[in-house]
């Protein structure tokens, strides 16, 4: 059975919106797919994080990330109109936290283990409720308050063993930090992204974050000139081709997210976003011998829970996040 689903408010913008389809099965498959493109993207930035800087890293995510999603929107037919827009400024907006938060979650994927930095990253929802109630003056009830309450317990304990017996300055409470900083931005991003979604189309908010997330990415380069470290390197051939490979995951992983939420709804898909802890501890197992710790696993099943309870409360409310979620992108994507 098939129903429209318009992208933008009815109208001539949003005529030309393409049809859904009401198959759940296809929309699950499509996100886990999502989640495994976006865990290889993950496991090639951070090899890549070995020798190249930050800053470089998220431009080849975006550049190369870019195509894959204009040929999906070109496929779509909306090539053209998907640079339209009378709102430059809200994209201006939403592609600078983006980019603070891909820097930030960046930086903490290649600090820690690859099971500690995801888990830390599944406090977004819990701070877009927080940004929800504050900025967008939503009313939010006692069984969501208790659950971030929850949630944020469980990121407390993730948290733990890297700021409890680390140096303020280590290696470890540094990417626990950036961690937390890039959930919280990604958070405002998809504050952005709601406002967005208003009048744009979900075409022309992932277009436009792409390009300009790439322009905005070229200005770590001066960053290089102040800190040795995080100067652009030219890679050798094998670099190169992580960089790549790193990019177009990303982009995939944006396609197949994009494609999951034209088959099903946001509280049918979304849960399945915490497969990506399942994801991170075989990756990080295979190629880093990374072994989570208990802390860790505890602290992650904790704010899972807590994350599907608000899902499920938002579905009985009625607050389907389908068109912010089709046109968000997770900070590491």
Not at 6 to 28: K, Q, V
Not at 180 to 191: H, R, V
Request: proline letters at 5%.
């Amino acid at each position: 059975m098939a129903r429209n689903s318009a992208d933008t408010p009815s109208g001539p913008a949003g005529s030309t919106a393409g049809m859904t389809s009401h198959a759940p099965l296809l929309g699950i498959s499509l996100k886990l797919a999502s989640t495994l493109a976006f865990s290889i993207m993950v496991v090639a930035l951070k090899i890549a994080s070995q020798t190249v800087p930050v800053g470089e890293i998220v431009f080849a995510r975006n550049f190369f990330g870019l195509w894959p999603v204009l040929i999906m929107v070109a496929v779509r037919g909306e090539l053209k109109i998907a640079f339209r827009t009378q709102r430059p400024l809200g994209h201006l907006g939403r592609s600078g936290v983006g980019i603070m938060a891909m820097i930030f979650s960046f930086t903490s994927f290649s600090l820690l283990p690859l099971p500690d930095a995801t888990a830390i990253g599944f406090a977004t929802p819990l701070f877009v409720i927080v940004l929800a109630f504050l900025v967008l003056k939503e009313t939010v009830r006692i069984y969501r308050w208790s659950a971030v309450g929850i949630g944020f317990l469980g990121i407390l304990i993730i948290l733990s063993p890297h700021l409890g017996k680390s140096e303020l300055g280590s290696g470890q409470a540094l990417g626990a930090l950036c961690g937390a900083i890039a959930a919280l931005f990604s958070a405002f991003a998809m504050m952005f992204v709601r406002k967005l979604c208003e009048s744009e189309r979900t075409s022309t908010i992932v277009t436009w974050f792409s390009g300009m997330a790439t322009l905005l990415a070229l200005l770590t380069i001066p960053v290089g000139w102040f800190w040795e470290e995080q100067a652009w390197i030219l890679p050798d051939a094998k670099t190169a081709g992580i960089l790549v490979l790193m990019g177009l995951c990303g982009g995939v992983g944006q396609i197949l997210m994009t494609q999951s939420y034209r088959f099903a709804d946001a509280s049918t898909i979304a849960p399945f976003d915490y497969t990506n802890m399942i994801w991170a501890i075989l990756f990080g197992w295979l190629m880093f011998n990374e072994i989570p710790m208990i802390q860790v696993l505890a602290g992650a099943a904790i704010v899972i829970a807590a994350g599907i309870f608000v899902i499920y409360r938002e579905h009985r409310l009625g607050l389907d996040r389908t068109k912010v979620r089709r046109a968000s992108s997770p900070s590491k994507s």
